[in-house]
């Protein structure tokens, strides 16, 4: 084990930790959305909203209880990719 001797783990400063809970937690801006029908839309926000945008998600229910979720990033803007 002699030839370990410079292992890099990162800069917690300047590199994202996706392994941290707070980066794993989104919740619904705004209202909740209405679920009366069988499509919703609605913005999650990360709670590290400097680092993660926000997402747009549309919800569908399909017959026979399937529901069908479809995301994006709400804005490119500001916030770098994390890959």
């Given amino acids: 084990m002699s030839s370990l001797v410079a292992i890099y783990y990162g800069n917690s400063q300047t590199d ?3 392994c ?3 980066s ?12 009366s029908s069988n499509t919703a839309t609605f913005t999650l926000t990360n ?3 400097e680092i993660f945008r926000d997402l747009t998600v549309n919800m569908l229910l399909l017959e026979n209880n399937i529901v069908n979720f479809n ?3 709400a804005d490119s803007t ?3 990719d994390p890959f």
């Fill in 16 to 18: 994202l930790n996706l």
């Fill in 20 to 22: 941290s809970l707070n």
């Fill in 24 to 35: 794993q937690a989104y919740s619904v801006k705004g209202d909740a959305p209405d679920l």
């Fill in 47 to 49: 709670s590290a909203p």
């Fill in 71 to 73: 995301y994006n990033y």
């Fill in 78 to 80: 500001g916030i770098k």
